[in-house]
Structures are given as C-alpha cells and as structure tokens.
C-alpha cells in the first residue's frame, strides 16, 4: 500500500476495523474497544477479541488519560515537513483503561519521563484528526 502524504505529512489509512476509530478523533474524542464477552481492552482496533476469540465488540470513549511508557525526542525529521517541527517527542502512552498508544508527545524534551502524567489532545495534521498528549500539570 502507499503511503499518501498532504502537507508533506503521512496519511494514517483507516482500515475497515479502525474507521470508527478515525471518525471519533475527527469528533475530538479518543476510542478504544472494550469485549463485552470477557472485558478485555481491545487495541489496536479488531474484528475479533484476541482474548477470547468473541466479537461482540464495542467501542468505549477514553479518558485520554494516561502516563509516558517510553519516549524517544527526534532531531531531525524524515521529510522536510517533520524536520520543521523538529525536535519533537513519539513513544508509547498507557492510558488509565490499560492500553498502550503510540502517538507524539507534545512539550519540551527536557520535560519528558517515564511515569509523568499526560492528556490527549487533538491536532490536524493534513487532513487527518490526530490524538497528541501533552504533560498533564
Ligand atoms: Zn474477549
């Protein structure tokens, strides 16, 4: 598949499972499945549960809530437009409902670290609705 870019940036691809994923971003709202078979956390998006094979599925709004897992602050982008927001911070963020995202983590490098509160937030990046999180105070 290729890559689509707009305004220089990559375009996520909504495959069928994560469409209602993508919509709710664009709504400002972040979105996780939840199975109502046996309660498990499902992410990323799926037709089925990987716990418990079940696909009875639903979708859940987040709190966007979360904590710094890991991060990693990038010096110099890939393509002239991340080198233009350059440096700027990506890892893993585990959210109060037990599911990792990676996403970009907004704030001074210096201010990251394992364990430090985070919130969502949503940005537009080309024409896509992204979710960002920024230091919690
Ligand atoms: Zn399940």
């Given at each position: 598949m290729e890559i689509e870019y707009v305004d220089g940036f990559p375009q996520p691809y909504a495959q069928m499972d994560a469409?209602?994923?993508w919509q709710a971003c664009a709504r400002g709202e972040l979105t996780y499945q939840h199975c109502t078979g046996c309660g498990a956390v499902v992410w990323p998006a799926r037709s089925f549960c990987p716990e418990c094979d079940g696909e009875a599925l639903e979708w859940r709004r987040s709190s966007g809530?979360?904590?710094?897992y890991s991060h990693s602050t990038v010096g110099?982008?890939?393509?002239?437009?991340w080198q233009a927001i350059?440096?700027?911070?990506v890892g893993f963020v585990v959210l109060e409902e037990g599911y990792h995202l990676f996403t970009q983590i907004e704030g001074k490098p210096e201010d990251m670290r394992i364990g430090r509160?985070?919130?969502?937030?949503?940005i537009k990046?080309?024409?896509?609705t992204l979710p960002v999180?920024?230091?919690?105070e």
């Open positions: 469409a209602p994923y809530k979360g904590r710094i110099r982008g890939p393509t002239p437009a350059a440096p700027y911070t509160p985070v919130e969502v937030a949503f990046r080309g024409r896509q999180f920024r230091c919690a």
